[in-house]
């Protein structure tokens, strides 16, 4: 998207993209059946099956981008793909799992067009958390702002499939064969990529895990669990 429609409010996505608020019988459609609608004719299905899940493909792009515009672009990429390219879907996997599949290959695409050029540090970081906050489990390691700016530093050193891979697994808690399937690998694969991403991640944040206690501390520590427990091991009963 060209940064002047984006300034100018334009929407280029197609209309029947469009997010759209659901009628009682649309809202308690499955996704399968709206997509299935969608392929037959119907000129509202997509709209709601894609209002249904912004906010979250929209997070895994954010955080798999770093860059809430570009972001938005790979979503708008994958949407108008994925409305497309309907047909193609087979039912392996479930309707959100093809959509997520969509919206993180496009961002990899972008990711690899990007690693190309020179990287330009102009993110607005508050835009940033507050898209992301949209699919960000309880236990995210990057909490505080200056956490996340350190973590989302070190993710753009990572190749993008490794940083794909820790952010579905690490970052939104996917189970592994779930994020396989998004990113279309074997389950081993993601496994391989995330260990190796944290690897290379583990240097650069080194500076956040919590200092150990002084070895002195701990071994007065046990000396006293050992003296406590002595009296007791030599307790006899008449």
């Known amino acids: 998207m060209d940064r002047h429609d984006r300034e100018s409010g334009r929407n280029l996505l197609p209309e029947q993209c469009q997010p759209a608020a659901p009628s009682v019988q649309e809202a308690g459609r499955s996704d399968a059946e709206l997509l299935s609608r969608h392929v037959a004719g119907d000129r509202d299905a997509f709209g709601v099956l894609f209002g249904r899940h912004r906010d979250r493909l929209l997070a895994v792009a954010v955080r798999t981008l770093g860059d809430p515009e570009e972001a938005a672009d790979a979503v708008q990429d994958a949407v108008i793909a994925a409305f497309r390219r309907a047909e193609s879907f087979r039912g392996d996997s479930g309707v959100t799992t093809w959509l997520h599949r969509i919206v993180v290959n496009a961002a ?34 990057s909490d505080s702002s200056d956490t996340a700016i350190d973590v989302r530093a070190a993710l753009q050193k990572l190749v993008p499939e490794q940083q794909a891979a820790l952010v579905l697994v690490d970052m939104f808690g996917y189970p592994v064969a779930d994020a396989a399937q998004v990113l279309g690998v074997s389950a081993g694969t993601v496994k391989s990529r995330a260990a190796r991403g944290r690897a290379r991640l583990l240097p650069r944040l080194a500076h956040l895990r919590p200092a150990a206690a002084p070895r002195q501390g701990r071994r007065q520590s046990a000396a006293g669990r050992v003296h406590d427990r002595g009296p007791r091991c030599c307790t006899t009963t008449g």
């Open 108 to 141: 990899l695409d972008r990711m690899r067009r990007r690693a190309a050029r020179p990287a330009v540090a102009c993110q607005d970081d508050h835009a940033l958390d507050a898209m992301a906050n949209a699919g960000r489990p309880a236990s995210d390691p």
